[in-house]
């Protein structure tokens, strides 16, 4: 990653991908999402804030696991919800 991003960003070593393009808690409640985030910590990949459950900011409230990726075909960046810290890769 490029180096004085955040702290939080600097520490990935290995980016995790998407294994299903789907946000698993909307699924679970039968609704639709707009876009969907990985996250960096754990893996989940959850939607975004454009779509109504707003399932990966809700997750990083809830864990603390502060980077995110885009799980969206040719969308190459992670975003710090700590730092408010953006990058592109």
Not at 45 to 73: G, M, Q, W, Y
Request: glycine share 2%.
């Amino acid at each position: 990653m490029k180096k004085n991003v955040c702290s939080h960003i600097n520490s990935i070593s290995e980016l995790k991908a998407a294994t299903k393009h789907v946000c698993e808690e909307c699924v679970k409640l039968g609704d639709v999402w707009v876009h969907l985030r990985t996250c960096q910590e754990c893996g989940v990949t959850l939607c975004c804030d454009d779509s109504k459950n707003k399932h990966a900011t809700a997750h990083f409230r809830s864990t603390s696991h502060p980077v995110i990726s885009s799980a969206e075909p040719n969308e190459r960046w992670l975003w710090c919800y700590k730092d408010e810290a953006f990058v592109t890769y």
